[in-house]
């Protein structure tokens, strides 16, 4: 299957990039003019990898950045030479904003923002994108690189987009939390662990498949599991009461989104070029 723009140049591939890669592998994507730039030189399986831009031959029409945000500062002169006035730039870089990026990418044709999560690598990823300058032609290009993916939208605007990020992006860690959590109250009663866990893992994501099935309310699901005065009403009174789980994961979110507010100013801030 021809998924990329030819020729496409991934930027490091670790975690995020290397999630991605495996979704696209598992959707039977052609990685022919896929190059994979990674200093280590680390090698990933079909993928040509380089150790720098130099050695990635003529510029890229996509360009992924997939290292840290701090990076940014440090990668993005060593790589702007490389990119050409068609070349989009889609940056997985959590809290760098759009008009970060286009100060340290002027010359490239478009920039666009992607917060994929990691579930992309089984297909079942949400990835949020986000761009101000994207043609029709450039969102289709992208749309066409997420849609095998998983859930995609694009954003109407970048405090949406780091919404759908908050919520998303990294989503997937809390939901490990709270899976662990299920699972050592299983060990509590005796389970071993390996079978508490696997328990708590399907018992998610069969919860998770009956909501995106049956599209009812997470109060109407809730009910149907709890009888009156039966025992899943006695658990549900502890996790409610006065909000509590509500107001934990509002304070998860919140202490999230400054984070990212913070790493933004680190990232505009970190070439000098804001101040
Ligand atoms: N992890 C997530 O769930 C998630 C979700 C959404 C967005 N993101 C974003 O994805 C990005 C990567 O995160 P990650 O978790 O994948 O990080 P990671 O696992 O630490 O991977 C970082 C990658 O950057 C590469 N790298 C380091 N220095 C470089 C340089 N000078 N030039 C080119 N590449 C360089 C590394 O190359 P080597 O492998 O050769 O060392 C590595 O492959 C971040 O910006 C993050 O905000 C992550």
């Given at each position: 299957m021809n998924i990329f723009p030819s020729p496409t140049w991934l930027i490091g591939c670790g975690n995020m990039t290397g999630a991605l890669v495996d979704g696209w592998r598992s959707a039977t994507a052609d990685f022919a003019p896929v190059t994979v730039v990674r200093p280590s030189g680390t090698p990933v399986e079909g993928v040509r990898t380089v150790t720098s831009a130099g050695q990635?031959?003529?510029?890229?029409r996509l360009v992924v950045l997939g290292f840290k945000p701090q990076q940014l500062g440090e990668v993005a002169p060593q790589l702007a030479p490389y990119l050409s006035a068609k070349t989009i730039v889609l940056s997985l870089l959590a809290g760098a904003n759009a008009a970060t990026l286009r100060r340290h990418f002027p010359g490239a044709a478009t920039i666009v923002r992607a917060m994929p999560n990691l579930a992309v690598a089984v297909r079942r990823g949400v990835t949020a994108l986000y761009s101000e300058d994207a043609g029709d032609t450039a969102k289709a290009e992208v749309s066409r690189l997420f849609e095998h993916l998983g859930f995609g939208l694009w954003t109407l605007d970048e405090a949406r987009f780091g919404a759908v990020g908050a919520v998303a992006g990294s989503g997937p860690a809390y939901v490990a939390r709270f899976i662990d959590a299920l699972a050592k109250g299983g060990v509590a009663r005796g389970l071993s662990p390996d079978t508490a866990q696997a328990i708590a893992v399907e018992t998610v994501y069969g919860t998770g498949w009956l909501a995106a099935s049956t599209r009812e309310s997470m109060d109407d699901l809730a009910r149907r599991v709890a009888s009156p005065k039966g025992t899943t009403e006695a658990g549900l009174a502890v996790l409610d009461q006065d909000g509590r789980l509500d107001s934990l994961v509002m304070e998860v979110i919140d202490a999230a989104a400054a984070r990212g507010t913070q790493l933004g100013s680190e990232v505009a801030g970190s070439d000098g070029l804001l101040h």
């Open positions: 990635a031959g003529p510029p890229p």
